[in-house]
Antibody, heavy 122, light 112 residues
Framework: EVQLVESGGGLVQPGRSLRLSCAASGFTFDDYAMHWVRQAPGKGLEWVSGISWNSGSIGYADSVKGRFTISRDNAKNSLYLQMNSLRAEDTALYYC???????????????WGQGTLVTVSS | QSVLTQPPSVSGAPGQRVTISCTGSSSNIGAGYDVHWYQQLPGTAPKLLIYGNSNRPSGVPDRFSGSKSGTSASLAITGLQAEDEADYYCQSYDSSLSPYWVFGGGTKLTVL
């Protein structure tokens, strides 16, 4: 059974940093691209960042480019999101999502974690 | 403002049929990229409902169907049931901008 478990969320002040983690199990992690998708309270889904199986291809939404860094450790079956210079508008539930392919080209997400909540507020 | 446009809400009585539209442009749906649909039940994570425009993952009832034409796509739900009450999101890929993975704004389905 595929499981994606996010952690690392919490309350943080504007301008500070936070690192999210996603522990994956139930599938061969290094066979697939992975993504972070967020959902602000009461709002819709927004793709944040994606990374190919070997970290050779990485992409970011304009809203987080230059502030967030996605990475993965295939030996630990884990996905990460380093979030710096956080803003109030980054407040959201952050989901880890599995891609159906290894390269993440024109793809979609077949499994999602339950999310970890990030609240940016002073 | 989402790249893909969905109606904010739709409703129907049990047993009825409802459709949810998803309108894109020539750089996403119209460029030939597939449309996928997710169902988000209250308080839960999104779940893949339809992939590749019209395909259902294992376990999804055949009451759910998808189609695509031109720059738009649709999700149809027949034999509406109370447990179908949820938010529904379409998703595609856009080759002209970042974010490349684009979602619709979501449609809240209410079963009357």
């Amino acid at each position: 059974e595929v499981q994606l478990v996010e952690s690392g969320g919490g309350l943080v002040q504007p301008g500070r940093s936070l690192r999210l983690s996603c522990a994956a199990s139930g599938f061969t992690f290094d066979d697939y691209a992975m993504h972070w998708v967020r959902q602000a309270p009461g709002k819709g889904l927004e793709w944040v960042s994606g990374i190919s199986w070997n970290s050779g291809s990485i992409g970011y939404a304009d809203s987080v480019k230059g502030r967030f860094t996605i990475s993965r450790d295939n030996a630990k079956n884990s996905l990460y999101l380093q979030m710096n210079s956080l803003r109030a508008e980054d407040t959201a539930l952050y989901y880890c999502a599995k891609d159906i392919s290894d390269t993440a080209m024109a793809s979609y997400f077949d499994y999602w974690g339950q999310g970890t909540l990030v609240t940016v507020s002073s | 403002q989402s790249v893909l446009t969905q109606p904010p809400s739709v409703s129907g009585a049990p047993g009825q049929r409802v459709t949810i539209s998803c309108t894109g442009s020539s750089s996403n749906i119209g460029a030939g990229y597939d449309v996928h649909w997710y169902q988000q039940l209250p308080g839960t994570a999104p779940k893949l409902l339809i992939y590749g425009n019209s395909n259902r993952p294992s376990g999804v009832p055949d009451r759910f169907s998808g189609s695509k034409s031109g720059t738009s796509a649709s999700l149809a739900i027949t034999g509406l049931q109370a447990e179908d009450e949820a938010d529904y999101y379409c998703q595609s890929y856009d080759s002209s901008l970042s974010p490349y993975w684009v979602f619709g704004g979501g449609t809240k389905l209410t079963v009357l």
